[in-house]
Structure formats: C-alpha cells, structure tokens
C-alpha cells in the first residue's frame, strides 16, 4: 500500500535559518505530492504541491521537487520567519493505485521558529 | 467564499451519548472525507466519499457512521461516544481529478469524559 514517511519533530530553528523537512513516499502508481500546513488551533491548507516527476512546487518562499528516483519530496525554505511555526504534512495521492479516492498523510512535522 | 464549513467547533460528551459532526461544502466536490487527528499524530482516515449516496471505509471506521445524501453534505455520526473517540475531527473535500488538492475544514474538538 501507499505510504509516507516524514522527518521525525519537533524540529526549532533560529529565524533565517535554513530549513530542511524530509519526506519519502512509498507508491504503487505516480502519485501527486503535497504539503499541507497547520497553524496552531487551524485545519490544513495546501502549501505546494508537485503532481509529476522533477516538478517543483513553489509558495511563500517554501519549495519542494518530487524526486521520482529517490521516491522523494523534500521541503526547503532558505529563510525561515516566526510567523512559519506551524505543523507540516507531507501527503500523496495515487490514483494508479485506486486510492485517489484518499490522500495518505505522513505523520507531521512541528516546526518552531525563534526569534 | 465559504468552503469547507464544520460544526460544532468544540464539544464535550459523556461515555455513552451521541453525535453528530455536520460538514458541508460550496465547491460542487464530489469528494469528501473525514479524518481524525490524535495529539502527536498524523491524520487518519475515518470515512470518505466519492459522490451522494456513496460512501466507504477508510483506515479507522469503528464506532462511525456517516451518510451522503447531497453533493454538500457530508455528516459524521458517533454512536454511544467512547473516550477513544477524544480527538480533533476534520472534514475535507476534493475533485475527483489526479492531482487536485483537497480542502480542509477548521476542525471539530471532541472531548468523551
């Protein structure tokens, strides 16, 4: 089955730090990429997404590129700020695999930033 | 530009009663979903559905029912309340289309006291 493996947290950083957040899928099909955000007390928004191989996703300053080769979608962002303190998903969606029905989530990552 | 909308914001229920946690959207999806989100954890998937008057069974089931009488609709139903069942409960729909990203509700937080 699908899954997706997420950087394990809570992860704090000083603000302009660099930031890295790892993520490696498991697919039966070529699945779509996500990262989804969660501010405190929020649902989730989508950050950026990448829907096939050696695309990159963009918004806000965060990047990630879907990595077929290492099954991977990495999210980076050179300057991180306060106001990115929040939890981050890694998620896909494979509809080869008759899941598109579902996205599959990794487990999160907190993220805090201090000033 | 109201989106995914779910109610209540937060309730508490004692062992034994029941609930229901409404969600409706405004963006003409044919998908939607629950999930529940435990403290630490990744969300899991409860329920979802592909279109009205279809539903299915994600990872975490037990204890819910749901129906999808309408494109809008999509309410979660909890019968004889559990403290298992303490958790944070989103809604979320989508397009069908591979690709499409799926839309989120604020959340419902649940206490089973």
């Known amino acids: 089955g699908n899954s997706v493996t997420q950087m394990e947290g809570p992860v704090t950083l000083s603000e302009e730090a660099f930031l890295t957040i790892n993520c490696t899928y498991t697919a039966t099909g070529y699945p779509s990429l996500f990262w989804y955000v969660q501010y405190p007390g929020e649902g989730l928004q989508l950050l950026l997404k990448?829907?096939?191989?050696?695309d990159k996703g963009s918004n806000k300053g965060f990047e990630a590129t879907y990595r077929k080769e290492t099954t991977s979608f990495h999210l980076e962002k050179g300057s991180v700020q306060v106001s990115d303190s929040a939890v981050y998903f890694c998620?896909?969606?494979?509809?080869?695999?008759?899941?598109?029905?579902?996205?599959?989530f990794g487990s999160g990552t907190q993220l805090t930033v201090l000033p | 530009n109201a989106g995914v909308t779910q109610t209540p914001k937060f309730r508490i229920l004692k062992i034994g009663q029941s609930m229901t946690l409404q969600c409706t959207q405004d963006?003409?999806?044919?998908?939607m979903y629950w999930y529940r989100q435990d403290p630490g954890m990744g969300l899991k998937l409860i329920y979802y559905?592909?279109?009205?008057?279809?539903?299915d069974k994600g990872e975490v089931p037990n204890g819910y029912n749901v129906s999808r009488s309408t494109t809008e609709d999509f309410p979660l139903r909890l019968e004889l309340a559990a403290p298992s069942q303490t958790s944070v409960y989103f809604c979320a729909s989508s397009y069908s289309e591979d690709g499409t990203e799926a839309f989120f509700g604020q959340g419902t937080r649940l206490t089973v006291v």
């Open positions: 998620a896909l969606r494979d509809i080869l695999a008759g899941s598109a029905r579902q996205l599959t």
């Open positions: 990448a829907t096939k191989a050696d």
């Open positions: 963006m003409n999806h044919n998908y």
């Open positions: 559905s592909v279109g009205a008057g279809i539903t």
